[in-house]
């Protein structure tokens, strides 16, 4: 009888099978979904890119925010440079950042644990429901800060080294200032290093240092806004309350249906899930790690405590789950811990991924038809109506030499404010004087004098209160200014726009 002994090369092929899945169901996300809606605050992601492909660079932040980045904007920029439209570079941008850490997890898992363990770790991603896919494409800075520390995953079992402990609390604080939903998976992280390590002095010196080296670049985009207090326009408040707690904990699907692997109508059960693993590790004599997962629902369930991830909906425009999508990610380093060596569950977990991967594809697009159905916190539109609707308003200035849009009233302000500019070369310059999220715009408009000036607003008729203005017939809530005099300020009171305070 001949003893057949297995294939070295099987583990390979199915790794890079399942990661030819995962891309293609993102592709396949991308071209029903990432490239067919926007929203208002991608718009203004959009302009980001426009201005960093340029090497122009206004502000740290979100444009008007003293909070999250537009690291996303920045990746886009070569995609932008192949020619590729802005509607399409930013959502593959973002898919690329929220790609990140699972194929950093899963080869890393591959190359230094196990090799099966890598693959369970892409099989397990593969479970994940389609509204994950549609809300890790939104180029909204929700993926930024989970991408970034995923970098902390390539220091994984090198747990007693001086550079581990320097790059991997680094990143953490980065990460952090990038985006807060981070620290989900940047605390169960450093409390691996810490277990592993605490009695090593070298540990506490090295890991302060890159703690610290990460302090001073938040600290230094935080003085930014400091000196320039009207940069912060949009602002939150975020308050510690039992209520919230006690509000979410009667609501755990709302935060973790759309992140919960399998489970997906069951969100809540990802919770437990962290306790089976912590027993699993515990009986693999794993003690340190089992500690670690027995620890992230309780600290998840900290997080309800707070005012601000109550601020959500159910649309994945706006989705509670935004807050929390380091759960599945944190979810995968779990399983990831755990050496697995029979190929039965390299088998069955290819089988399961296979399954839902199958299931994912033919339901996603009713999946996208349900979710575009729901209510929406912002404006959301399709990029073609968007790409039309600046097109008219191209038009409209082209054939009159307008300078200067002005929006003050329309459900489309953003779009036409960012979005615009981004999607049209040429396009006049753009403000919304009420709530201009780039303060540097109503700088520099404030003493200059445009001769043709369109004023956008559906809530008043300005041909009829001033006779040097004139109404364009071809679209709706347009008005023209030729040949103007005044500065764009003096036009602004003798109009009676409102504008908000920048100096």
């Known amino acids: 009888m001949i003893n057949r002994r297995p294939n070295p090369k099987t583990e390979l092929l199915f790794f890079i099978g399942i990661s030819i899945l995962i891309i293609l169901f993102r592709a ?4 029903i979904f990432g490239f067919v809606y926007t929203d208002s605050d991608q718009a203004v992601m959009w302009l980001g890119a426009r201005d960093y492909s340029h090497g122009v660079f206004h502000e740290p932040r979100f444009y008007g925010q003293a909070y999250n980045t537009m690291l996303e904007a920045l990746v ?22 929220a790609l990140l850490p699972v194929f950093i997890l899963a080869v890393v898992t591959y190359i230094r644990n196990s090799k099966i363990s ?7 991603f593969l479970t994940l429901p389609v509204e994950y896919s549609m809300l890790t494409t939104l180029s909204r800075g929700f ?5 970034f520390a995923s970098l902390s995953f390539l220091f994984l079992y090198k747990y007693n080294s001086r550079i581990s402990f320097f790059f991997v609390f680094l990143i953490s604080v980065i990460a952090y200032s990038i985006n807060a939903n981070s620290i989900i998976l940047t605390i169960p992280t450093g409390l691996v290093f810490f277990l592993k390590n605490y009695k090593n002095r070298q540990f506490y010196l ?25 940069y912060n326009l949009h602002t939150y408040h975020s308050e510690l309350s039992i209520g919230s707690l006690v509000k979410g904990i009667s609501n755990l699907d709302r935060f973790f249906n759309y992140i919960t692997p399998v489970f997906w109508h069951n969100g809540w059960l990802i919770l437990p899930s962290f306790i089976l693993l912590a027993f699993v590790l515990y009986r693999r004599k794993d003690f340190d790690l089992s500690f670690v997962a027995l620890i992230i629902p309780v600290m998840v369930i900290g ?9 959500g909906s159910d649309s994945v425009f706006f989705s509670y789950a935004r807050m929390y999508l380091a759960v599945p990610v944190l979810f995968m380093l779990m399983v990831s811990f755990i050496r697995f060596q029979d190929r039965k569950w390299m088998y069955g977990f290819v089988l399961l991924s296979f399954f839902f991967f199958g299931f994912n594809v033919a339901t996603s697009k009713e999946a996208v038809e349900k979710n575009m159905k729901n209510k929406h916190v912002i404006i959301v539109l399709p990029t073609d109506l968007l790409q039309k609707e600046c097109s008219a308003l191209q038009e409209i200035s082209d054939n009159n030499g307008v300078n200067l849009i002005v929006i003050v009233y329309h459900y489309f302000y953003d779009v036409y404010d960012y979005g615009c500019p981004s999607c049209e070369q040429n396009f006049p310059k753009t403000i919304r004087p009420e709530y201009e999220r780039r303060t540097w715009r109503l700088i520099e408009d404030e003493n200059k004098i445009y001769p043709n000036i369109l004023i956008i607003d559906l809530a008043r008729e300005y041909d009829k209160e001033f006779s040097f203005v004139s109404k364009i017939k071809e ?29």
């Open 28 to 31: 396949w996300i991308l071209k």
């Open 76 to 97: 886009a920029v070569p995609f932008l440079k192949l020619g590729i439209p802005i509607f399409k570079a930013l959502p593959v941008a973002t898919t690329l950042l």
């Open 118 to 124: 890598g693959i369970i770790v892409l099989c397990v």
């Open 143 to 147: 993926v930024t800060g989970v991408a």
């Open 206 to 230: 090295f890991s302060t240092i890159g703690f610290l080296s990460g302090l001073a670049v938040h600290l230094l985009i935080a003085q930014f806004y400091i000196e320039n207090p009207y």
């Open 303 to 311: 997080t309800l405590l707070l005012s601000k991830v109550h601020d």
């Open 475 to 503: 679209k709706q809530g347009c008005y023209l200014i030729k040949d103007n005099t005044l500065s764009t300020k003096a036009l602004y009171e003798k109009l009676h726009i409102n504008v908000r305070k920048y100096n």
